[in-house]
């Protein structure tokens, strides 16, 4: 089964079982609690980016240029990438998926800002989005920043882990995120982007107690693994 590690905030790592590496949302060199920093990270096959804000993009390009790695990401920001030299890059947009060597993309509707971090034209401004990620067998949903929406609902049954921010400030806090664990029915859910910046401290042990037995809370620490 697919290995998923977390390198703080709401970056992660993800490994399928025929060793294909996909990174989520690389958030490194500049983040805090990270666990690594990107240069350690090795081999990369795929970037997968949920919006283009610094603390999800700022790594993805430098990545992407260092691995030869495939950026997935919306139109507007593939777009901008290739206005940057990469040219190994798939565009989707919300409502959309794909098939790659690995498994299925889908990109999700998320509420949040489209600003994308190095575009200083604003020219590619796009709409932020969540990933739904079928790998393995397995069903991974990484909400990326964004508000609680009626349009979670539709997940229901078609997720085995979601990744959902508790921070509150700039996206959902501990309450809504509990509310989107009641729309989507995971078996698991994992809190992210929090305890980053003062701004956006949770007790993610309060948020266990608040989901209780509506799904598996696993709090990760940067470094800790979780097997899908």
């Not at 989107?180 to 107690?209: G, L, S």
Request: aromatic share 8%.
């Amino acid at each position: 089964m697919a290995s998923l590690t977390y390198h703080g905030h709401s970056t992660f790592s993800l490994r399928t079982d025929d060793g294909t590496r996909i990174v989520i949302d690389p958030f490194f060199d500049d983040n805090p609690v990270s666990d690594v920093k990107r240069s350690e990270l090795g081999h990369v096959d795929f970037i997968l980016c949920t919006h283009g804000h610094t603390d999800h993009f700022v790594d993805a390009l430098p990545l992407a240029r260092e691995t030869g790695a495939m950026l997935v990401a919306t139109y507007e920001i593939v777009a901008f990438a290739g206005t940057q030299g990469i040219e190994n890059s798939h565009p989707l947009h919300i409502g959309g998926g794909r098939d790659f060597p690995f498994g299925r993309v889908k990109m999700t509707p998320a509420i949040h800002g489209g600003q994308v971090h190095g575009d200083d034209t604003g020219q590619y401004t796009t709409n932020p989005a969540g990933l739904l990620i079928n790998v393995d067998g397995r069903a991974l949903y990484h909400a990326g920043d964004t508000a609680l929406t009626m349009d979670m609902q539709l997940l229901r049954g078609q997720v085995d882990v979601a990744l959902l921010p508790i921070g509150d400030n700039f996206t959902m806090g501990p309450d809504d995120a509990v509310r989107a664990v009641e729309f989507i029915q995971p078996e698991v859910v994992v809190p992210i982007h929090y305890n980053t910046w003062p701004m956006i401290e949770q007790d993610p042990e309060r948020f266990r107690d608040l989901v209780g037995d509506r799904a598996r809370v696993e709090v990760l620490e940067p470094g800790g693994q979780l097997t899908l």
